[in-house]
């Protein structure tokens, strides 16, 4: 079997428009479980938002892993320990925070509670709260609040501002942060070099596997990297276009089983003649 490890991205990849897996899906995804391949769930979100899917998936019991932040950090859910780790550069939160000001747009982090914000009431934060199932609580500086080492910032903004802050952001910032949007309000901000293909290719170092046995599916911008790198990079239908430029496949959009239909595509049916 030829791909060992399946990588996920979750918003608008594993999940559909209602952040659900779909039944065809999930059943995919436990037949490639009995078969051995290691699926680990990468997302920009905080572990914390990742858990419930990890749970439904009973990733526990068959040695899946969380890829959060980005890249940031990644779990075994069987033994609950840290396989990679990086943490944001505490002399760099004071600017990230003050650029957000100069923006227009809002910073967030996380704790292990949850958000914390100067914003809290912010539609945009309030859709990251949603999406990971999350509170967000209200700080009056959120430099100030962060005395703890955090894995990434996330700023939040109108998706027409976002562009040209992501543009700003990454002149200011360029050989300090790695800086991806992974929806159009949503700009991920991490340590140097942190994104979801670096960590990966570090787990599979772990494991004695290589690029060639990573099948990966995502669908936005900050999963480009992760989508170059696999072995199989396959786009969901409703990836944006350099994604689908990049990967090796293309399949069905998230409300429509693409995840489960490429895994049984290329990991359920690989072995079986015709």
Known sequence: MQYKVLALDLDGTLTDSKKQITP?????????????????LASGRPTVGVQPLAE??????????????????????????????????????????????????????????????????????????RINGIPARKVDNLASAVTFPVNKFLLVGDPERMPHAEELMQQRFAGKLSIYRSQPFFIETMPLGVEKAASLALLLRTMGL????????????????????????????????????????????????????????FILEEEEPG
């Open 24 to 40: 065809r899906t999930e059943a995919a995804l436990r037949k490639a479980a009995a078969k051995g391949v290691r699926i680990v």
């Open 56 to 129: 439904q998936l009973d990733l526990a019991e068959n040695g899946g892993c969380i890829l959060s932040y980005n890249g940031g950090r990644i779990v075994d859910c069987k033994t609950g320990q840290t396989l990679v780790q990086h943490a944001f550069p505490p002399v760099l939160v004071g600017p990230v925070c003050e650029f957000a000001h100069e923006a227009g747009i809002v910073a967030l982090t996380y704790d292990a509670r949850g958000i914390l914000t100067e914003e809290p009431d912010n539609p945009y934060v309030q859709e990251e709260a």
């Open 210 to 265: 290589f690029d060639k046995n990573l099948m990966a599916c995502g669908d936005g911008w900050n999963d480009l990297p992760m989508i170059q790198y696999a072995g199989m990079g396959v786009a969901m239908g409703n990836a944006v276009p350099p994604v689908k430029a990049a990967a090796d496949y293309v399949t069905a959009d998230n409300d429509h089983d693409g995840v489960g239909l490429a895994v049984e595509k």
